[in-house]
């Protein structure tokens, strides 16, 4: 997308805002915990974060990531609008579950 940077979370500057809707529907439809999308994300060396875009959700970043125990997660974020440094995760699963 035109204007959008695409390597603003390259330092991993930033932290999530967590909500009980999203946690709550990261569980039921999921069974994924925040404490693991932290850890695949803050603490996996490997992970792999980039922009990604579709017509039905529009642009969003997409991270790739494992949790301490090998848990290999996709992640679907948006930065809070008007909240520099927060971050709120769309969605959240396990690959290959």
């Keep these: 997308?035109?204007?959008e940077r695409q390597d603003d979370l390259l330092d991993l500057d930033f932290?999530?805002?967590w909500s009980d809707k999203i946690i709550y529907k990261?569980?039921?439809k999921h069974k994924v915990?925040?404490?693991e999308v932290e850890e695949a994300i803050f603490d996996d060396p490997h992970v792999e974060i980039r922009y990604h875009y579709?017509?039905?959700h529009g642009g969003r970043?997409?991270?790739r990531g494992r949790t301490k125990e090998g848990r290999r997660l996709r992640i679907y974020m948006k930065p809070c609008k008007d909240r520099k440094g927060l971050?709120?995760?769309?969605?959240?699963?396990g690959?290959?579950?």
Excluded: N
């Design 15 to 17: 932290a999530f805002d």
């Design 33 to 35: 915990f925040p404490w």
């Design 26 to 28: 990261l569980w039921e």
């Design 95 to 97: 690959e290959g579950e």
């Design 87 to 93: 971050w709120f995760v769309i969605t959240a699963w």
């Design 61 to 63: 970043r997409l991270a």
């Design 1 to 3: 997308m035109a204007g």
């Design 54 to 56: 579709d017509e039905a």
